[in-house]
Nanobody, 123 residues
Framework: QVQLVESGGGLVQAGGSLRLSCAAS????????MGWFRQVPGKEREFVAA????????AYVDSVKGRFSISRDNAKNTVYLQMNSLKPEDTAVYYC????????????????WGQGTQVTVSS
């Protein structure tokens, strides 16, 4: 079992930056692939970024390529999402997720989730 807690969300103007953090409990954090997803009211949860357990395999949704960067520090049991050049359409609740066996872009494949953190980008 792993517990995930997101932080770092907030209100930022278009063009600004935020860094989200996901702190995980447990001694086996390095055994989990990690993902970031986002969701707005009335829409399905959307894949944003994912990183494999060793950090070699990384994937992004096309809309954030060149602006967002996912990374992990296994010594600190933490995964990060650096978000630059933010746009109003990035506004959503951002969720951290963990998978003990696969690096996946489908939300339903992740068994463990954090509570989410709100990101609001004003124009």
């Amino acid at each position: 079992q792993v517990q995930l807690v997101e932080s770092g969300g907030g209100l930022v103007q278009a063009g600004g930056s935020l860094r989200l953090s996901c702190a995980a409990s447990g001694r086996t954090f390095s055994s989990y692939a990690m993902g970031w997803f986002r969701q707005v009211p009335g829409k399905e949860r959307e894949f944003v970024a994912a990183i494999s357990r060793n950090g070699v395999n990384i994937a992004y949704v096309d809309s954030v390529k060149g602006r967002f960067s996912i990374s992990r520090d296994n010594a600190k049991n933490t995964v990060y999402l650096q978000m630059n050049s933010l746009k109003p359409e990035d506004t959503a609740v951002y969720y951290c997720a963990a998978d003990p066996r696969y690096t996946e872009t489908i939300a339903g494949s992740y068994p463990y989730w954090g509570q989410g953190t709100q990101v609001t980008v004003s124009s």
